[in-house]
Every structure is written in C-alpha cells, then in structure tokens.
C-alpha cells in the first residue's frame, strides 16, 4: 500500500542538457536551470576549496563520491517504503547499502512515522515559469501542516549555519508548489541523518518564510547576471 494520498496531479519534469548546462525541459515549453544548479553556482566556495586543497583531490573525490552513493541509496530505501507501506526494504550484504538502511531508519522512525502526517507527493517535479525547476523528495504535511520535506545524509552532523541552501532549497520548491497548484505553503523541513547514526532536524517556519524568500531570489537574480 503507498502512502501517497494524490491530492495534486504532479508531472514529471524531463532533464535535458543544452550548451552542457543540465536543465529541466518544462512542460510549459521552457528549459530552466535546476534550483540545486543556482545554488551551486552561486555560493560562496571558500571553505570547499580549502577543505579539497588540505585533503586532496583524490580524496576528496572519494569521499563526495561515497557519500553521493550513500545518499542515493538511503533515499530509495525511504522512496520506496513509502510506495510499498509497510514494509520496509531490505538492505542486501554491500556495506554501503547497510549504511545507508540504517540511515534511512533514522529518519523513518524519527519523523516518517511521528510527524509526517500525509504525504501528496514523493520524488515531485516542480518548476517556476520561465525561471527555474527541481525536484522534492515530500509534498504533504508535517503535524497537520503543509510542507515541503527533503532527506539528507552527512558525513558528519551539521551545525544550523551550515545549511543556509537547505533552508533555500525548501523555499524554492515551496514557491514553485504555491505558483503551480494555487497552495500556500510557508513551511518545509530537512530530514538528516549522519554516517554515525546521529539524526538532525532542520525547519523552516512559516514566520520565517518572507526573509528565505527574499534571499532566494536575491540568489537567483545573481545567477541570471552571471549566466543569462
């Protein structure tokens, strides 16, 4: 049984690359920029380099490589408990894929199974006319509210000041659901946990909302004079 409850009519959003920039071909006709795109290139990169330079290429490779495929495989583990509810998927014998079940059993038991009390969509497309387009791993509602709700895994924990993107991110896709299905949602949460089993939470408020807003689209206006 999934719990998804459809309560929009979500369509899937096709990738494409053009002049080797990946974009989303929208279905109003538009090929935009994703929001993770906008981020990337527009964030401050200081901290990165240095981290790359004091590793390593080679190591940091492997370690932004291995944690893209824990990251990967804990959201399927979690995609598809909530397609095929209850049950809950099996790991296999890859230790990577046993990390990344314990990991996404952090996040089930925590906030899947407490918090999360409908879910409208899961793996959903979204896009802003003519400006940009991404996909959200939850459209639903967290304690009765709506909300927009991503998983993310961590080598280690984060602090709050870390993750301003993540904070970016659920306001872009909250934006993009409000323009497309006429909703108003003001409220999003990021669903984390670590390589050593540590779960974090970070939420996005509704009072906060018009302050995340406008520093989105101060990212956005940035990336369209760099790369317009």
């Not at 096709?14 to 974009?23: A, S, W, Y």
Request: with cysteine.
């Amino acid at each position: 049984m999934s719990l998804i409850v459809e309560k929009y009519d979500y369509t899937e959003i096709k990738r494409k690359q053009i002049d080797g920039k990946r974009l989303y071909a929208c279905p109003d006709g538009n090929a935009v920029a994703s929001v993770t795109t906008i981020l990337d290139a527009t964030k401050d990169k200081t901290h990165l380099i240095a981290w790359r330079k004091r590793v390593g290429e080679a190591k940091a490779t492997e370690i932004t490589t291995e944690a893209a495929g824990i990251g990967t495989r804990m959201h399927k583990y979690l995609e598809d408990y909530i397609a095929d509810y209850p049950n809950w998927p099996s790991p296999g014998s890859n230790p990577y894929a046993q990390q990344a079940h314990k990991m996404a059993s952090q996040i089930r038991e925590n906030v899947l199974e407490n918090h999360v009390t409908e879910i409208w969509g899961s793996e959903v497309n979204l896009y802003h006319p003519k400006i940009y387009a991404g996909t959200t791993d939850l459209v639903g509602t967290y304690d009765g509210n709506p909300s927009i709700m991503d998983f993310k895994q961590t080598n280690k924990p984060k602090k709050r000041e870390w993750v301003d993107d993540y904070y970016l991110q659920l306001t872009a896709y909250a934006l993009a659901h409000n323009e497309l299905y006429g909703t108003d949602i003001k409220e999003g949460h990021i669903f984390m946990c670590s390589r050593d089993l540590e779960y974090q939470q970070f939420d996005l408020w509704p009072a906060d909302f018009k302050e995340w807003e406008s520093k989105w689209w101060d990212r956005v206006y940035e990336y369209y004079d760099k790369f317009a």
